[in-house]
C-alpha cells in the first residue's frame, strides 16, 4: 500500500509515525539504551525527504526527542509541531498543517501507570482539538507500553498487566468524548496487533462502536506483518472514513539510503472528510 497521490483539499490526511528514537543525543547518554545512536544529518535528511512525499495535514508523531527535530522533517511556516510535556526521550508529538486551527488540552498523564519512584516513565497522550464547529475533530495520541503485542492482555506478563491499565485510561478518555457527542480519533503506536475480536479493543469499545481502519490488512512495512500503528475513530469520525483510503508509505530509498537507520516503522495514514 504506497502512498498515493495528493487528493481533493476538502479532504484531510491523518497520519501516524513512529520515528525510532528520533534523536541526536550523543551515544552513551543515560538516557538512551547503550544500542541507539544519534541520527545522522544525512539520515534526517533522508527522513524529511520521506515527510514531504508523506506530505499528511495531521501526522502523529512518536519516539521525538524535540520539537526542533520533528520540525527538521515537517518544518515552518507549512507546519505546526506540537510536542507532550514528557521527560522523556521517546516523546509523541503532533506536526499539524499551519493553517489549521489546533486547540491543546491538558497531556493524558494518566497513561504513565508508574509510580513516581519508577527508574523509569510512560508516555503521556497528547491531546488536541482539530478546527471547529461541526468538523472538529478531537485527537489522543499514544504510544503504548511493549511487549504485549499478541499476548492476552489479561495475561500475568508485567507488559500485558501495564498494558491493560493504559487501555483503561484510553477507555475513559473515549467515553468522555462519546458523552460530549465529540467526533474523535485516538491513534499513534499501540505496540499491539489489535483487531475487532482483541480483548483490549472490546474493552475500548465498550461504550459505543469504533472503527479501526487497519482492521483486516497486514502491513507491508519491513517483512509484512500486522499493524501496532492504528488508527481508531469514533463519534462522527467514523462516518468521515474515506473508502479504502488507508496507505502505507514505504522507504523505497536509492544509493545509500537502505544502509540509514530510518525507522523500524512505515508511516500510516487515512483519509477523512469532515463535513
Not at 506540537?82 to 497513561?111: C, M, N, P, W, Y
Not at 519508577?118 to 482539530?130: C, E, F, N, Q, T
Request: glycine share 6%; proline share 8%; with cysteine.
Amino acid at each position: 500500500m504506497p502512498s498515493g497521490p495528493a487528493q481533493a483539499a476538502a479532504s484531510l490526511k491523518l497520519s501516524t509515525w513512529n520515528l525510532d528514537w528520533l534523536t541526536t543525543r550523543t551515544q552513551g547518554d543515560a538516557a538512551l539504551p547503550p544500542d541507539v545512536t544519534p541520527r545522522t544529518p544525512a539520515e534526517l535528511d533522508a527522513l524529511a525527504r520521506y515527510a514531504r512525499h508523506l506530505a499528511p495535514d495531521i501526522a502523529a508523531l512518536e519516539e521525538v526527542d524535540t520539537p526542533e527535530l520533528a520540525a527538521r522533517l515537517f518544518p515552518a511556516p507549512s507546519y505546526h509541531i506540537i510536542i507532550s510535556g514528557d521527560q522523556v526521550v521517546q516523546k509523541v508529538a503532533l506536526a499539524i498543517r499551519a493553517d489549521l486551527q489546533v486547540e491543546r488540552h491538558a497531556d493524558v498523564t494518566a497513561l504513565d501507570v508508574y509510580p513516581a519512584t519508577a527508574p523509569r516513565h510512560l508516555r503521556s497522550g497528547l491531546d488536541l482539538s482539530i478546527g471547529s464547529g461541526p468538523d472538529t475533530l478531537r485527537l489522543l495520541v499514544v504510544h503504548l507500553k511493549a511487549g504485549c503485542r499478541d499476548s492476552s492482555p489479561t495475561s500475568r506478563k508485567p507488559a500485558c498487566r501495564t498494558l491493560l491499565r493504559q487501555v483503561a485510561v484510553i477507555q475513559d478518555w473515549i467515553m468522555e468524548r462519546q458523552d460530549e457527542g465529540e467526533a474523535f480519533a485516538v491513534l499513534g503506536d499501540f505496540n499491539r496487533l489489535l483487531a475487532t475480536d482483541d480483548p483490549a479493543l472490546r474493552n475500548l469499545a465498550e461504550n459505543g462502536p469504533l472503527t479501526l481502519a487497519t482492521a483486516g490488512h497486514a502491513s507491508p512495512c519491513g517483512q509484512g506483518s500486522y499493524f501496532i500503528d492504528h488508527i481508531i475513530l469514533g463519534g462522527a469520525a467514523r462516518g468521515w472514513l474515506q473508502p479504502d483510503s488507508l496507505r502505507v508509505m514505504l522507504y523505497r530509498g536509492s544509493g545509500q539510503e537502505p544502509a540509514m537507520r530510518l525507522s523500524d516503522h512505515c508511516p500510516v495514514s487515512v483519509r477523512l472528510s469532515p463535513p
